[in-house]
Nanobody, 123 residues
Framework: QVQLVESGGGSAQAGGSLRLSCAASGRHFSSYVMGWFRQAPGKGHEFVAAINGKGDSTDYADSMKGRFTISRDNAKNTVYLQMNSLKPEDTAVYYC????????????????WGQGTQVTVSS
């Protein structure tokens, strides 16, 4: 069982930055692929980024490449999402998710989810 708690959301101006954190409890954190998803009002979960257990392989949605960076600290059981050059269309609830071992970009393939943190970007 893995429990995930996101933090770091809030408000930012367009062009600004925010850093999200996701703290995991449970064993064998490094065995889990960690992903970030987001959900805007009236839409489904959109893949943002994922990182493998060792932290040496990452994947990003095209619209996030070059702006967002996912990283993890296995000693702290934490995954991060650094968001730069924010745009109003980045406004959404951001969720972190965990999947045992295998990488995935589809929300339904992730087994554990946090409660989400709101990010609001104003123009």
């Amino acid at each position: 069982q893995v429990q995930l708690v996101e933090s770091g959301g809030g408000s930012a101006q367009a062009g600004g930055s925010l850093r999200l954190s996701c703290a995991a409890s449970g064993r064998h954190f490094s065995s889990y692929v960690m992903g970030w998803f987001r959900q805007a009002p009236g839409k489904g979960h959109e893949f943002v980024a994922a990182i493998n257990g060792k932290g040496d392989s990452t994947d990003y949605a095209d619209s996030m490449k070059g702006r967002f960076t996912i990283s993890r600290d296995n000693a702290k059981n934490t995954v991060y999402l650094q968001m730069n050059s924010l745009k109003p269309e980045d406004t959404a609830v951001y969720y972190c998710a965990a999947r045992f071992r295998a990488a995935a970009v589809v929300a339904s393939q992730y087994e554990y989810w946090g409660q989400g943190t709101q990010v609001t970007v104003s123009s």
